[in-house]
Structures are given as C-alpha cells and as structure tokens.
C-alpha cells in the first residue's frame, strides 16, 4: 500500500505506538538517523542532543485567556527581554526610522548620520501624542499636536513659546531611549537598561547561523494577519510537528512529522528540526521515492518553482536526491557554493525560537522567520511572516513593506504552498482561544517530548514573571 495525499485520511489507528523517537534511556531522534545518513558531515550542533527534564505537570489555560496574565507579561517580561523589530534593510540611510509597537510600548528605532541605530519612546513629552504613526523618514521629529520637535538623535530641537516653558531645561527633554542590538542583519531593542547583552541573550544563535549566512539575507516577502488568539497560542502553534498529520495531512507524504528533533539550547533559543524527503512514519505504509519527491514538489512551493519536476535515478532516495537538487539551486541563488552543505541543511524545516516571539529558520534555504506580537491585547496577535533571500556580491537590498492582510484575505493568496499550511494552522486558532476560555478543567497536557519547547518556553516565562 502507498500513500495518495488526495484521497488519505490521517489514519485513526496510525503506529504511532512505534514512538519513532523513544530509543530508552538516552534520547535519540529518528532524524538523528537520518542525518548519520547524510551525504554531507551534518553541524554538531544539530547531532547534539539537548534536552532537560522539565516534568510533566499541566499548564493552566489562564496563561492565555486571563487579563492579569497578560498585564503581568507586559509588566515582567516584554521590558526586560530582546525582541526582534526589524531588517537592516527596512532602513538602510540616515533618517530613516522604523514605527515599533507592542505590549502598550511604541519606539521609534532610527537610523544615525553614522549608521548607528538608536530606539525612542515615541510619546511627546509635551502631552503625550504619538510623534508618528507610520514608518518613515525624517529630518527631525516634529509632534503634530503643539509642535514640540526632536532631532533624530533624540535631543530637543525646538519648542514653540519658548518663553511659557522657563520650568523646562533643554537637557531634561530629551526622548528616553532604549537598548538597541543588531546581529547578522536583525534589529532588536530591549527597552530595560542592563541584563544581558544581545549576544549573551542570542547565544549559541549566531555561532550557529554563522554557516548560514544571515548577514546577506534581506527580505523578499512580508504578510501579516490579525489572529483572535493569544499570542503565545500563536507561536506554540510552529512549535511542534506533532500536529501535522491531523491539521496538515497533504504534506505528510514528504514530511517526517514525528521523527522530528528537539533541542534546547538556552533558556531563549531552542530547535524543533523536522525531515523532509521521507515519509510521515504516522501513515503506516511504505513510499516510492519518486512518489516522495513528486509530493514535495507539488505541496512545498517555498523551494521550488511551480511545476518542475525531479527524477529519482534508480538506487537512489528522494532525500539524497532532493538534496542534490537543492545544493545546486541554492548554490545558484546564493550566489555561493554550496557543494559542502549536508542534505538535512537544504531541505529540513530547521526552526528556531528566540524566546519570546522571534522564530528564524536555519539552513541554506530560503529562510522563513516568524514573529508574533500581541496585538494589542491577550486575545490578538499579529501573526507576521517574511521570506528572505540571500544579497549576491554588489546587489543592494530593496526596502521592504509589511503586507497587512484584511480578514477575508488568506496567506495562501501571497505565499503559495507554504500560505496554504499557514492558513491551516490559523484556522484552529481562533478557536483554540474559546476553547481554551471555555475549559472546564483549566489545564492543557503537553507531549513529553514533541511539546517540549512549549514547556521550555512557559518555564521561561515564569522566570521573567517571578520577578
Ligand atoms: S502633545 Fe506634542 S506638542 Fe503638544
Ligand atoms: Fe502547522
């Protein structure tokens, strides 16, 4: 029996009793075995096992529903952790500034006649008007209600009647700031002055990125949608692959859902890694590996051209065969040879997590990063979602816009396959809010393994809130 993605079903009574990642004792995922398998040496980091033991105990549903939670998240910890807020390519020359809002804080991150960038509260000090409202750029910040003006550096430029303000100094007014860090192309700011540097905060992120060259990469395409759910809801959503055959089942005749890997690295960065190239060990049944690479192609647009199509030489698996194809395609669109890059980097889903909302992907593909903001409250989020691509020698970034998408719009009208998953994973959102705010028993269980980067990531959490 092989597998149709047309017309199967997820299987009721699927093996997954045969726990493709429960070896006993020392944990080792099935795509471990997969990557011993590589026809390139695979990064140690990824071989590495890291887990720790978390328990098992339930979460509470009043972490995502209750308003108290919430006020306590934006009291805690948004003030005290790194967040992502934009590409260096969003504001590329002097006085170009970027508009970033979240959790009742908004800041304008601006670019310095040095190159430096620097992030202020944009609240006027006068009586606390926004100063803007959109990103842009400016030659100085005036305040549209009285006219209180900033210069891009944060100091005070002018104040009409002068004369009326004799109880305040020039030196008092300038815009409080905050930290801001950039690492490999990606702006972050950290409103709280001390804890950690961003690289302290990133680690071991950009020791792994290195190989992927991130510094390169700009933004190629950016939708966002407003989703009735929580925003930690949202993320939980692209942490595990646990709900692919149910939510996803056309992609689980090329996708190794529950042979997927998990590591935590450091309280903030973790990986859930998941092969492609093999089939759904949920389905139960054995595949040609031309029917494989015929069903990647068809369901997985996001690294391939519609329509072409690859022929697995005889002997030959449509992983090793997939990953062939994608060296010398990345090789081309990288504009860097990539004849050393394992089969696992250039065609496994790699995804990071940047606790709390900043998920880039790894590997030498076209990279997908994820953010999600509550938007503005604990029932709302704005779910983004950008492609990047990798600048050859001597081209320059275009300036990228963030494509809002009105309700009725779907992520599959702009991003293709990837866009049709997406929709499927916001369409169970909306109601996991109600469910969850209608639970009678308050609790959610969580997997042992497969959920594990949720866990990690609550306990993560708490460590923010408890103090
Ligand atoms: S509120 Fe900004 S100048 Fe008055
Ligand atoms: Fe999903």
């Keep these: 029996m092989t597998y149709d993605p047309e017309t199967s079903q997820t299987p009721e009574s699927s093996p997954t009793s045969s726990s493709p990642n429960d070896h006993g004792g020392a944990r080792m995922s099935t795509w471990d075995m997969m990557a011993a398998n590589d026809s390139r040496p695979v990064p140690a980091f990824l071989l590495e096992s890291a887990q720790a033991e978390m ?59 040095d190159g430096s960038l620097r992030a202020f509260h944009n609240v006027c000090l006068h009586r606390g008007r926004k100063l803007r409202t959109e990103t842009g750029w400016a030659e100085y910040f005036q305040c549209p209600y009285h006219g209180f003006t900033w210069n891009t550096d944060g100091s005070i430029k ?22 801001v860090g950039e690492w490999a192309g990606y702006v972050f700011l950290k409103e709280a002055a001390g804890g950690p540097t961003l690289e302290e905060y990133l680690a071991p992120l950009p020791e792994q990125f290195d190989r992927w060259s991130h510094e390169r990469a700009y933004t190629t395409s950016w939708v966002a949608k407003v989703i009735p759910a929580n925003w930690k809801a949202c993320a939980e959503a692209f942490m595990e692959a646990y709900h692919v055959s149910t939510t996803h089942p056309q992609i689980m005749g090329f996708t190794g859902d529950v042979n997927s890997k998990y590591n935590l690295y450091s309280d903030h960065v973790n990986i859930a890694i998941t092969p492609f190239g093999v089939l759904s060990p949920t389905l139960g049944v054995s595949g040609d590996e031309q029917e494989i690479i015929n069903n990647f192609l068809k369901y997985n647009g996001r690294v391939v051209t519609p329509g072409t199509s690859i022929d697995v030489p005889e002997g030959r698996t449509a992983r090793a065969t997939m990953g062939d194809f994608n060296r010398r395609r990345f090789s081309e669109l990288f ?3 990539l004849d050393h890059a394992s089969d696992a980097e250039v065609q496994d889903a790699l995804t990071y997590n ?21 938007w503005p409250d604990e029932r709302h989020t704005l779910m983004e979602v950008r492609l990047l691509g990798r600048l050859k020698p001597g081209e320059e970034a ?5 494509k809002l998408l009105q309700p009725d719009e779907k992520f599959g009208d702009y991003l293709g396959q990837l866009g049709v998953v997406l929709e ?25 393994y497969q959920e594990s980067r949720i866990r990690h990531f609550h306990q993560t959490l708490d460590k923010y809130l408890a103090h």
């Design 55 to 113: 328990g098992n105990e339930p979460l509470d549903t009043e972490r995502y529903t209750s308003a108290e939670f919430f006020r306590a998240e934006c009291r805690k910890m948004w003030p005290n952790v790194w967040q992502f807020v934009a590409r260096q390519e969003e504001l590329p020359e002097p006085g170009d500034y970027v508009l970033y809002e979240n959790a009742g804080r908004s800041f304008l991150v601006t670019r310095q006649p």
């Design 158 to 179: 002018h104040i009409p009647c002068r004369w009326d303000f004799p109880h305040l100094a020039d030196e008092d007014l300038n815009l409080p700031e905050a930290q």
């Design 398 to 402: 275009p300036v990228p816009s963030m």
């Design 335 to 337: 504009g860097q040879d």
């Design 424 to 448: 499927q994973d916001m369409d169970n959102l909306p109601h996991v809010q109600t469910g969850m705010e209608a639970s009678p028993t308050g609790k959610l269980n969580l997997a042992h």
């Design 354 to 374: 940047v606790f709390p909302n900043f998920s880039p992907w790894g590997g030498f593909q076209p990279t997908v990063v994820y953010r999600w903001r509550p």
